[in-house]
């Protein structure tokens, strides 16, 4: 047997607020890249709050504990105590913040001691935090970074004020400065990093979709249909996703004005929703589902006979909806309505999977969607575009062997 010595050399805490049964994606990426060090000789622990995304209630059987053990599909996860409400405020998000980071301060700071915590960076003082247990306990740090926080927060008003903006920046700056590694989703990130302070080994990991679990399959996308209440005989442009206020998907109900004859589809949750069902009112093409249970993701991005992703103008820095990767695994073409100079614009392009059309124009998201819908030989092929683009560089085995590298590089440097 290795010795106590040796075990703890390769134990990793994996820290994020989010992990299934919640339906966020960066859970579900944790879960499989745990899987993944667990069939590679690590000893995994994932630290994260009680499961209530979306809708800000605690799932069932959940309940809300100082403290819960559990075990999902092999990988050890330890639920730790925050406030949690309904309520979807800036006080309520920000008490939940702060109650997630001071509880994750105390457990860490007692736990068996690991040689590497990897960490989401959200919410960024969470990075603080780590920062100074890794000082007082002598392990590594690495920040996984899926949004730049401070940047969304700053330029949707919700920060204001030089103080204000200073503080999230000094944080900003401390966390890149001081991290050991630290991982980006893409090349516009890194470059934001290295100009905010970053001055580690910065590593360009993209997300993974698993090709697997979603693979083309017209019949599960007609079944789904059917049981929605849906024709499946009438083209169907697809929404699927955290719908966030950054998305701008107030273009998609624009444009489903301006295309009577096709079924516009949005399956998600999120902040922005209770704006899109008012906006959509008078308007029977378009239908409102919520998060499917993971059993129906194939369906549900099978149903599309276009997928639509968008960004407000000026937004596509700050994010890159990981919906585009499940659409380009069912071999499905993409509208994007988002900047071209943006991250995913760049993808779209890379891997020749549909259009791109200017963010916020609803009249030029309709004619995107509606020149897929009549073409149906272009719209297969940038559909095989697309699975094929994910087959040689998103698989989930190829990424979490980076993520495996990095790790093994930080314990060991």
Known sequence: MPSQHAQNGRRVVLLSQWFPPEHAPIGYMLKELAQHLIQNGFAVEV??????????????????????????????????????????????????????????????????????????LQPQPIGLVVLLLAKLRGFKVIFNIQDLHTDVLIDLGVARGRWMTGLLRFIERSVYRHADAIAVICDGFKSHVRAHGGACAISVIPNWIDIDEIRPDGAAGHSFLQKHGLDPSLPVALYAGTIGHVSGAQVVIDAARLQPGIQWLFVGEGPLLPELRVRAQGLPTVHFLPFQPREALGGVQNCATVSLVSLSPGKGIFSVPSKVLGYMAAGKPVVASVDPS??????????????????????????????LVDNASSRDLAGLRGRQYLEGRYTRQAVCAQYQSLIEQTISS
């Open 47 to 120: 630290v994260t709050g009680f499961p209530n995304h979306p809708t800000g209630r605690v799932f069932a059987p959940y309940r809300s504990r100082w403290l819960a053990r559990d075990t999902i599909d092999g990988v050890p996860v330890t639920r730790l105590w925050s406030y949690i409400s309904e309520k979807r405020s800036l006080l309520t998000r920000a008490v939940n913040f702060f109650s997630f980071v001071t509880r994750a301060f105390l457990y860490l700071l007692t736990c068996p001691k690991p040689a590497v915590i990897f960490a989401v």
């Open 342 to 371: 943006s991250e995913t614009a760049r993808l779209v392009h890379d891997a020749a999977c549909g259009y791109v059309v200017t963010a916020g124009d609803p009249a030029a998201l309709a004619a995107g969607v509606q020149r």
